[in-house]
C-alpha cells in the first residue's frame, strides 16, 4: 500500500522508535546525562531523512524516578521491572502495528550504549529485550542499533547505511 495515494498528503511513511534519552537527556540517571538535552546530530539525521520519530518512554525512569542512582542489567532484571517494561512495550507495538497497517514502516528501533533497559550491543538491555520479543511475537522483523554517545558521528555514518540498504 502505497502511503502518498492513502493519505494524499505529505507524510514520509518512515518512523523510527528512539530511546527517551536521545531526545531528552534530562531523564538519565544522576551523573550519566553526556548533553545538556538532546542529541542533535540524532535529531537531525531523522529530520533529514524524513523519519519520524516516535520517543519510546523511559522505563527506569517510570519505575526508580529522576533521582535514581545508576544501576546494571542484573539490578533491573527482575519480575517487578519486566512487568513494568512489558506493560509499555504492549502499548508502542500496538502502535507500531497501527502505523504499518497503513503503510508507515518501522526503519529502525534505536537504542543507548551501557543501558542496562536500552542497549543493544555491549549489554542487552531489558526493555530491549521485551520489546525484541513482542515484536518478535507478532511477526514484526525491524533492525535495533545502538547509539554511543561518545562516537555519533560514526553512528550517523552507519544511520545511513542501515537506511540505504533497505
Known sequence: MDVNSMF????S???AL???CI???NSRALG???RSSITA??????VCNEIGIIQMPCPELGYAGILRPPQTRDQY???TFRKHCRKIVEEIVSQVQEYEKCGIKLKFIMGVNGSPSCGVNEISGIFMDELRFKLDKRAILVPFYEVNFERIKEDIIALEKLIKSE
Not at 8 to 11: A, L, T
Open 77 to 79: 532484571n527482575n519480575a
Open 18 to 20: 528512539i530511546a527517551h
Open 23 to 25: 531526545i531528552n537527556q
Open 41 to 46: 546530530e540524532i535529531v537531525d539525521f531523522l
Open 8 to 11: 494524499k498528503d505529505k507524510r
Open 32 to 34: 550519566l546525562a553526556e
Open 13 to 15: 511513511g518512515k518512523i
